[in-house]
């Protein structure tokens, strides 16, 4: 459909109603009619009620090893559940399955260059054993910490489960972050052990990953063993005695490893975020009430049933894989896809193959993605058979009705609906989210679910009417809750519940309209969304600055019409350095170098000043007003309002 006759289909402010079949087949109602529930309205009344609804819920998708005394432990702002219970997430994401249905696929693989792979129950089960029995043998313990860097092929899930097995909270870092932030994740969390792989393969070339796990692991000492996946086979440096090859140390271990019958409220994991300051943050998720609450979202947003085929086209390094590629899909009990490589490698229509291909009935992507296929033309979807979706969804940002038109019409066929997800690495679970039962509007995310509690607030703390903007906060705890910031309790604090008392603040603005439904627009503070990416606008000043050319710099975002945003930086260079082409370019390396390519700034200035608060701080918010052309508003209170005008001559 050409772009003109999209726009015009948007002035319709449609709204998509769900089908008949998908309401009554859907596993929400399922539940309410099992409950004897009648109406949305009604389910969302009686799930405030946050302690049956989750002690319910648990009933449904997990299996202790002795049942909670309590569901619920809140002291503000740390919440335990399912307080008593011995439990282990690996029992009901590999165990059971293993046994109950031990040849059902749980992973379709496909490597960049086409190779492919599948791992039923039994054969995951005996893998992450085996694994599990390896890293038992390298003296790992329950309580340690094992930091992962995989890209995406089956023993990061692998690893992911070995770890859980034993009761070692794994670090998984994206591979597409550079060996410096790899380095200061492991420092923080202090690995023993870091896993890893030779090389792996990116739009037809290699990535060199086991030589950046070298680099970070000279800067980490608490890394006693590199454990190496050969995943390419290409000759890779090789340290004796510290480097251990995977498949080596695996191959003749048991195929049997008993699962640590952990506490509900033991950490599984720690993944780092960035927030509004330079230094990563180690967000803490626990084995039971994330279980319970990452299934149950799983289940009733995405409907999965036996026969599906899930694919959530994310990377297992963001959280978006840790709950709906890795252990939300396993407990489930679903088949799901894994791709290696880049959505348009060799060709544009990579991932409508792999759809066709495996048949996948549930597609879950990010705007980002969409926009680029957008931009590439129906052509390449045109190629494939896609018949067999079933529902879409999207994560990340906020999806644009445009997107989310075309996304609907061509890649849905017009039948799917689309269940824009909002959540973020804190809530560990899909908090605001439509049902198959809900009617959509194209871009908003519909209601909090069941569960779940959520409002728009104004600055002063009070509801802020409909139609009106304000900060999205979350009133109640919720099962698959942060349990904290590893080693950061201030920074936790500070970060979510010291602006309004009691409420946890998600640093995310928005609206509701008059009809209840939610519109999220973007970031309130100083985090940047970068293709779904989350970066802080501090942690790339700081490595600009770590440059020796640069003596200050801001960042800030720039609406970009593929990727959300782009970074735009400003920078500040040292007396005597001059200007030139080379160091800009250098500039941006440097940022790709110390964080990642990811964070490379689209565009680096040179200016003589930056404006600042009285107290010294740069007003980013100033310099954004004046790159995207809005009126940059009262600059009375600046320490150098001439600083403003400066920019206009940045080279
Ligand atoms: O700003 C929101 C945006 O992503 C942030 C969370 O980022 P992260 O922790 O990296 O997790 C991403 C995957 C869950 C949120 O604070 N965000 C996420 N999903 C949406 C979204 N913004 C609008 N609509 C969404 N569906």
Redesign the pocket.
Known sequence: MPEADISVLLKEKRIFKPSQKLVSESNVKKWMDKQGIRSYEELMKKSQDTEWFWGEAAKEFVEWYSPPKKVLDWKLPYSNWFVGAKYNIVHDAVDRHAKRHPDKVAYYFEGEPGDRRKMTYKELSDEVCRLANALKKLGLKRGDRVSIYLPMILELPVAMLACAKIGVAHSVVFSGFSSLALADRINDCGARVLITCDTFWRRGKTVALKAAADEAARQAPSIEHVVVVKRTGENIPWTNGRDLSYQDITANESTACETEKMEANDLLYILY??GTTGKPKGVMQRHGGYAVNIALTLSWVFDLKDNDIWWGA?DAG???GHSYIVYAPLILGTTSIIYEGAPDWPEADRWWDIIENYKVTVFYTS?TAIRMFMKLGTEWVKKHDLSSLRLLG??????NPEAWIWYQLNIGGGRCQIM????????GAFA??PLPISELKPGS?VRPLPGMAADIYTDEGKRAPAETGGNLVLLSPWPAMLGGLYKNPEKYQETYWAKYPGVYL???I?RIDADGYYW????ADD?L?VS???LSNSELESSLVSHMSVSEAAVIGKPHELKGESIVAFVILKKGIEVSEPLRKELREHVGKEIGKIAMPDEVWFVADLPKTRSGKIMRRVIRKKVIGEPVGDISTLMNPEAVAELDKAK
């Not at 999207?394 to 999806?399: A, Q, R, T």
């Not at 824009?420 to 809530?427: F, L």
């Not at 999220?520 to 970031?523: A, I, K, L, N, S």
Request: proline share 5%; glycine share 14%.
């Open positions: 975020t960035s994310a963001w959280v978006t705007p999207s994560v990340g940002e906020p999806i824009d997800t909002w959540w973020q690495t804190e809530t605001i989210a995310a998600t640093g995310d928005g999220v627009q973007g970031r985090v969304k779904g990416h989350r």
